[in-house]
């Protein structure tokens, strides 16, 4: 029988499988808080558990590792960002930025990415496949075992789309989220998506404190179909109006992220047609200047420009900042995430 990974596991499905093997119930519980609050990597360390136990373990399980490769440190802004090298091979990052309030943690969500956004750096030679949740998870313990601090919140804003990852993205939140893990609050955690209308619904309908990003980019179909090959899939209307339907289910404000881009989606007119579509709703425009990625020539609006956008936004009562550019000089900022690190 193959081995199951059991950094996939909530712990009802542990419990399930713990009762399965013949044992008490509340020993999930015990293994649960080994592997997601104290990090360990083997059944041997589980000091409360009996020889004959972590032996039927190893022998039913097998448990995720993801290795350290390479650490890159930003001067300008201590962000660091991190290499990981999957068992495979493939290799993944993840980024730890500090802020006054407490330290965050962005993570990939796939090996690579399938939604083919022209600015982003993720998407360059394809998706290679999901990360599981072990995988997920694991990028958060080994940042906060390596980097010795607590981590306060969780964005998903890394490699991958997590709406193309559904179920394990759904079982990372309840793991991360567990008491008898690291307890990170939901309200504390983000996902960002480019829109897969029906995932935003389904999500909805969870009823979880979780915020939702919506990588915007664009404020009419056609000029949002020659940045993102998802918008062929799903209007723009329809994605507002799910949004819409999110933040009314959960009452949580939804944040749309737009990457200004110069000459292609800054102008007067879609500031006008931004405000349109959000005018009245409980809406956030996180306004990001586009990061450089080397195999793209596009161009970041100018001060002056973003400064302006902002300003009709915000005096059309909608809630807009600019978002700080962290460790764009490690390529660890939003879009320059790959899959590779020859570069
Ligand atoms: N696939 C998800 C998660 C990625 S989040 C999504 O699309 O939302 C990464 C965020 O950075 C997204 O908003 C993405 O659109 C944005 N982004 C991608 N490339 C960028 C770039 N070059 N400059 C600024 N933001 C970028």
Redesign the pocket.
Known sequence: MEKIDIKNLTLDELEQEIVNMGEAKFRAKQIFSWLHQKNVSSFDEMSNISKDFREKLNNRFKMTNIEIVDKLISSVDKTTKYLFKLENNHIIESVLMKYSYGNAVCISSQVG?R?G?T????TLDGLERNLTTAEMVSQIYKIQQDSKEKIRSIV???S???FDNFDNFLKFIEIINHKDGLNIGQRHITV???GIVPKIYELADKKLQINL?L?L?APTDEKRKSIMPIAKKYTVREIVEACKYFAKTTKRRVTY?Y?LIAGVNDTEEDAKEIIKLLKGSLAHINL?P??D?KERN?IKSSKEQIKNFATLLKNAGIETTIRRELGSDINA????LRKSYKY
């Not at 600015?119 to 993720?122: E, H, K, L, V």
């Not at 900022?333 to 320059?336: D, K, L, S």
């Open positions: 990415c939604m956004c600015f982003c750096a993720s998903l804003m890394g991958g789309e997590p960002s998506t480019c990003a990588s980019h992220e990457a990001i586009v990061n990625v596009y900022a939003c879009g320059q």
